[in-house]
């Protein structure tokens, strides 16, 4: 009895941590969306909530993550060996620090969002949107922009910080791109993901 239960135990650790991988493919929205069950209603879910497209919110998901549920940023080196204290509190699929989070969470009303929870994630990312939009006036759908002010903030954002961060505004310019791309890529293949015609979310 005891041995089954080791043994049901390590099967649902295995399965929790194929649950949590990234997707192996990022470079083709389709791709993730047909290993990702789920993720297109989240998605989709977000982008009507909020008004920002699908391939805004994951081509701002991809850059600050890569799609993975518990990325932080990289340690700090103390006299460059010994591991010292990470540059920032950013954390999950979206790389929110704690103190945005917590106002994600109050003025969303989702309380209970976690920064590991791809649809908590993602809703966030179209609520920062949607709070870019109203406060710096940058369209819901312009990535380029919306990742420039999703890495320095609204008020770095209207004192343009990033021009003097060249390797921050070729970032900016890839997400755009990437933007684009799934756009293009989704057109292909949004069909299938939607469901039938008396489906919620279609």
């Known amino acids: 009895m005891r041995y089954s239960v080791l043994l049901g135990a390590l099967a ?6 194929c649950a949590s991988a990234p997707p192996k493919s990022s470079e083709n929205i389709c791709d993730v969306f047909d290993e990702k ?3 297109y209603d989240d998605a989709r879910r977000a982008e009507r909530r ?13 850059q600050e993550s ?12 103390i006299l460059w060996v010994i591991p010292g204290p990470r540059k920032s509190s950013a954390y999950g699929y ?3 620090k704690d103190e945005t989070w917590k106002e994600y969470q109050r003025m969303s009303g989702n309380h209970w969002a976690s920064r590991s929870r791809f649809a908590d994630a993602v809703d966030f ?7 870019s939009h109203k406060r ?7 990535a380029r922009n919306l990742y420039l002010a999703y890495h320095e903030g609204h008020g770095g954002y209207e004192r343009r910080t990033y021009n003097d961060k060249a390797w921050l505004v070729g970032v900016a ?6 933007a684009k791309r799934y756009k293009k890529q989704l057109e292909e293949c949004e069909r299938r993901f939607k469901g039938p015609w008396w489906w919620p979310l279609r």
């Not at 649902?12 to 941590?17: C, F, K, M, V």
């Open 66 to 77: 890569s799609f993975k549920p518990k990325a932080k940023p990289p340690r700090t080196k």
């Open 94 to 96: 979206a790389q929110v």
């Open 136 to 142: 710096v006036g940058i369209g819901k759908n312009d």
């Open 173 to 178: 310019n890839k997400v755009g791109e990437r």
């Open 12 to 17: 649902l650790a295995l399965l929790s941590g």
């Open 125 to 131: 990312v179209g609520w920062y949107n949607a709070q």
């Open 50 to 62: 909020w008004g920002s497209d699908i391939s805004t919110l994951m081509a701002i998901m991809y």
């Open 37 to 39: 069950r789920g993720w």
